[in-house]
């Protein structure tokens, strides 16, 4: 639906030209939900806004549904936007018009009745779980219900994608959780693409099916989000990898010979790390039954992505040490990535 062909940005700085984004190559598909995630200044935003010619490239084409829409003129362009809403981390509602006035904005001139503009804007309402605030000014409304109305404006066009930069990021984590579940059923209710972009791997794991990750302007690896964060690439990849697991803190622990992890004779610790699709949740009680190995659990970080487990276990193994190998072997064979941490 959307391609990227070599899409750069280079903005004139003050202290000479800023390449905020580079060489960009990105498809995203009819009904997907896209996720663009990368430290800030990486130029999500800048990208994000190459899509609906709000910021025009440099250089590179932008197709939307094979057109490059680059080569249109503004009236073509401006026909392209309205198939293509967009929301921010700070909302940019109008706060001198009461809700209905928000939502009721892109409505205006088309040849709409007064009682079709109301029928129409009580739907969206109803769509975000707003109903009935018609009357309501944004300063009477939390952040979470702000965020709402603004994607009722966005919807009010009807359009086929939905552009949401930082769309959670200046929420609660639960209002975020609310605030993802509605992108999720609108992207399943209404077939809406969206891409979203975030420096948050919350919001990734989440809601995506495919994620590109950026750093300083370039796409530095992308794919489907269980793959991408399964086997990370790159040393940027892994940070936002680290920053949602414990992993890091148990290794610093295991780096200052904490004795929380004093081991016994015939002990030692090893790591899990689920890199492809096929774990089953029986794993642990099938090693030990099979292997006549115990394993203690000391520290667990899976989550279910697409379905599939992602993470790992750090677990304590005790039994005879061909056993212990024997156990390691298998979990090799079914491409689970094992790690001895410490030996007794
Ligand atoms: N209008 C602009 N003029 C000059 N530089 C800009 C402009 N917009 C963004 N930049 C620069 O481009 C880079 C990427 O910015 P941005 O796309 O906002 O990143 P992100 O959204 O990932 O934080 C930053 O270095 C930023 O300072
Ligand atoms: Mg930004």
Redesign the pocket.
């Known amino acids: 639906m959307i391609r990227l062909e070599d899409v750069c940005k280079v903005f004139a700085g003050a202290q000479g030209p800023v390449e905020a984004v580079k060489h960009v190559h990105l498809t995203i598909e009819s009904g997907e939900i896209f996720g663009i995630i990368g430290f800030?200044?990486a130029g999500?935003?800048?990208l994000?806004r190459c899509i609906n010619l709000l910021e025009r490239p440099t250089s590179g084409r932008v197709l939307f549904d094979d057109t490059d829409i680059t080569q249109l003129s503004e009236a073509e362009v401006r026909a392209v936007r309205r198939r293509i809403g967009m929301i921010f981390?700070q909302f940019n509602l109008f706060n001198s018009r009461t809700v209905f006035g928000n939502v009721a904005f892109p409505l205006a001139g088309r040849g709409l009745s007064k009682n079709e503009v109301a029928a129409r804007v009580a739907e969206l309402l109803e769509l975000v779980g707003l109903s009935g605030r018609e009357g309501d000014y944004p300063s009477q409304l939390s952040g979470g219900q702000k965020q709402r109305v603004a994607i009722a404006r966005a919807l009010a066009s009807d359009p086929d994608v939905l552009l949401c930069?930082?769309a959670t990021s200046a929420l609660d984590p639960q209002t975020t959780q609310s605030i993802l579940q509605l992108l999720r059923e609108l992207n399943r209710k209404l077939g809406l693409t969206i891409v979203l972009?975030t420096h948050e791997m919350q919001v990734i794991k989440e809601i995506c099916h495919h994620v590109a990750v950026m750093e300083n302007g370039a796409v530095v690896e992308q794919g489907d989000v269980f793959s991408v964060f399964a086997n990370p690439q790159q040393a940027v990849t892994r940070n936002f990898m680290e920053m949602t697991s414990h992993v890091a803190g148990f290794r610093r622990l295991l780096k200052d010979k904490s004795p929380l992890l004093e081991l016994k004779p015939g002990q030692c610790i090893l790591s899990f790390r689920y890199l492809e699709r096929n774990v089953c949740s029986a794993l642990v009680s099938y090693l030990s039954r099979t292997y006549d190995v115990d394993l203690n659990i000391i520290f667990g970080n899976v989550e279910m992505i697409d379905g599939h487990p992602l993470g790992g276990l750090i677990v304590i193994a005790e039994g005879r040490e061909k056993s212990i190998r024997d156990c390691i072997d298998y979990l090799e064979n079914i491409h689970v990535g094992v790690e001895v941490l410490l030996n007794a």
């Open positions: 800030s200044g999500k935003s800048t994000l981390q930069d930082e972009i």
